[in-house]
């Protein structure tokens, strides 16, 4: 049976990979051009984004050694002056790739553990929610295990946020969504478990070590990241993932940008410690990222 699952798995990796150089091979000599309506104002960068977009193919040969080191490139999403209906359809194609990657899953495992060893529903936030669809996965999850959840959610994205609360009120999930810069507010509020998904990599390696500090200083017991990680096999899973998923523009070049941006299990165990979380667990995930998970002592 190991034997097996191991074939299997092998099989699938040699077919991903080689769809994705044949996807590669084929859009290598096609520049990628951003709708100026996504940004409208900085011109170096949505140059810089159009040479990126371009290399995320062409270039692909060449990209092991690129992954070497962190590469953080604005991405659209990242932007002011998002076209709402096109932040909405990136919102519904990243919605469908966490499903997919089983991200709220994964989650749930050490959250559930923490939730059936205590008197009464857990205090949760999700940190920069996006589509708002792990808190709602999670408040589901809750449900089905005969568990009590108080969720609270925070974007910094106005229209994010209404995306959320709609798909939120869409399935009658009970999640607090309200608006929240992480890097410029503090953290209000009290909370036994913090979440943070898909966010670090739009991070400076600074802000990082920062954003770490100050959940470990608000959450009561425990803190919950997951994220990408930087490499070869992840960089093409998002090349092929991203155009097979979803329709959105904006998610077929963000998606392998922010794949360049991630970082390395060895570099989130160091900044953790700069940041002074000791003993924190380190793992790696399906499909090409890593959870991390942090008790308060």
């Known amino acids: ?121 857990l205090r949760i936030l999700d940190l920069a929610t996006g589509a708002g669809d792990l808190p709602v996965s999670l408040w589901q999850l809750g449900q089905r295990a005969g568990l009590s959840l108080n969720i609270a959610a925070c974007d910094k994205s106005p229209d994010a946020l209404q995306y959320a609360r709609d798909a939120a009120r869409r399935v009658h999930a009970q999640v607090n969504f309200f608006e929240l810069d992480l890097v410029e507010d503090d953290i209000p509020g009290e909370f036994d478990v913090i979440l943070c998904s898909l966010f670090l990599h739009h991070l400076e390696t600074l802000s990082v070590v920062e954003l770490l500090r100050k959940i470990g200083n608000r959450v009561g017991q425990l803190l919950i990241v997951s994220d990408l990680r930087r490499s070869y096999g992840g960089y093409l899973l998002a090349c092929l993932a991203t155009r097979v998923l979803t329709r959105s523009h904006m998610v077929h070049v ?44």
């Open 254 to 297: 963000d998606g392998p940008l922010s794949v360049r941006a991630a970082f390395t299990i060895s570099e989130l165990h160091d900044m953790a410690r700069q940041a002074g979380l000791v003993d924190v667990q380190l793992s790696r995930t399906w499909p090409c990222r890593f959870l991390l998970t942090w008790k308060r002592p």
């Open 1 to 121: 049976m190991i034997i097996e699952v191991f074939a299997v798995r092998v099989v699938i990796g040699y077919l991903t990979t080689y769809l994705s150089l044949i996807f590669i091979a084929g859009a290598g000599n096609k520049s990628q051009r951003l709708d100026c309506a996504y940004v409208q104002s900085n011109e170096i960068l949505v140059a810089t984004q159009r040479a990126a977009t371009k290399s995320q193919f062409g270039d692909c040969v060449n990209t092991p050694a690129k992954l070497k080191q962190r590469q953080l490139v604005g991405e659209i999403m990242d932007q002011p002056g998002l076209d709402q209906q096109r932040h909405f359809e990136a919102l519904r194609g990243l919605t469908r790739i966490n499903r997919i990657s089983r991200v709220s899953s994964v989650m749930w495992e050490p959250i559930e553990r923490l939730a059936r060893t205590t008197g009464r529903p």
